[in-house]
């Protein structure tokens, strides 16, 4: 699979759009419901494909431990990072989301 599959990214991208704000799901649940058990790399690469103006909420996705799985030194880290906590997700030391508090 690549992202320039874009029946496959459109799946993927109406469910993250489902997301409610204040709740995340992890990428391997976003595979699940999109019918792509097992491919939560996928969900990623289709967030990467997201166009800039998307208003898909790609912040809502974190990975299987909730923490974000983007590079601290990229600056995206923390643009997530405060979208998420402006919507009411809070991090815990280590830097994870409670999946079972906030999980959607």
Known sequence: ???????????IWQVVALIPKGRVSTY???AEKAGLAGAARRVGSALRA???DSK??????LNSKGSI???TASG????QRDQLEAEGV????KGRVDLEHFGW
Do not use: K
């Open 56 to 61: 898909i909420p790609w912040h809502r996705v």
């Open 1 to 11: 699979m690549t992202n320039y599959e874009p029946d496959i990214n459109h799946r």
């Open 28 to 30: 391997g649940h976003v």
């Open 76 to 79: 995206s880290h923390q643009i």
């Open 69 to 71: 799985a983007l590079p």
């Open 90 to 93: 809070l991090f815990n030391t």
């Open 50 to 52: 997201l166009p800039a």
